[in-house]
């Protein structure tokens, strides 16, 4: 390979990457900042078209944000967790944790895989924590069906 493609690919790989780390910013997630009011995050929801429906009476906290892939955990009146369900499998999983580590730094790796009564059931985590809190990118198979997400969260403390 001549130099000049060899630029070109590094400058492509780089753009890239930068693109999906921006993406990947853990205190904005589909445009929900964390630390922000719930109704601040309505007000938002409301912007985009989107509705915060409660997840279950039996999950105070927990909102489903319809129209989306995301998910809001509030407590205390503040948004603290936007959790995002991400299309791709595993190469998608691998390049958002690269450009996440080049970002944020090493993440804690854990790998867990058991059979239950509704097939076997297999996760990659990869945790950035900040001391504010941090972000969760998890590639996860349930019985032959994969889903991968994120999950962007700060640490509060719930009353």
């Known amino acids: 390979m001549n130099f000049s493609k060899r630029i ?3 400058t492509a790989f780089g753009v890239f990457v930068t693109s999906v780390a921006y993406a990947a910013d853990p205190k904005e997630a589909g445009g929900f900042k964390l630390g ?11 912007g985009q078209g ?3 429906v409660p997840t279950s009476e039996n999950l105070p906290g927990q909102w489903v944000v319809e129209g989306t892939n ?3 955990f509030v407590c205390n009146g503040v948004v603290s967790s936007v959790h995002e ?3 791709g499998d595993f190469e998608e999983f691998v390049t958002l944790v690269f450009s ?3 970002k944020f730094g090493k993440p804690d790796i854990q790998i867990l895989s058991l059979s239950s009564g509704i097939g076997d059931i297999s996760t990659i985590d990869a945790r950035f924590d900040k001391g504010d809190g941090g972000a969760t990118v998890q590639l996860q198979s349930l019985g032959g069906g994969r889903a991968f997400s994120v999950n962007h969260w700060m640490e509060i403390e719930c009353q």
């Open 36 to 46: 922000s009011s719930f109704e601040a995050a309505q007000q938002h929801a409301l």
């Open 85 to 87: 369900k991400l299309e």
């Open 50 to 52: 989107w509705e915060l």
């Open 8 to 10: 070109y690919l590094t």
């Open 100 to 102: 996440m580590q080049l």
């Open 70 to 72: 995301l998910s809001l």
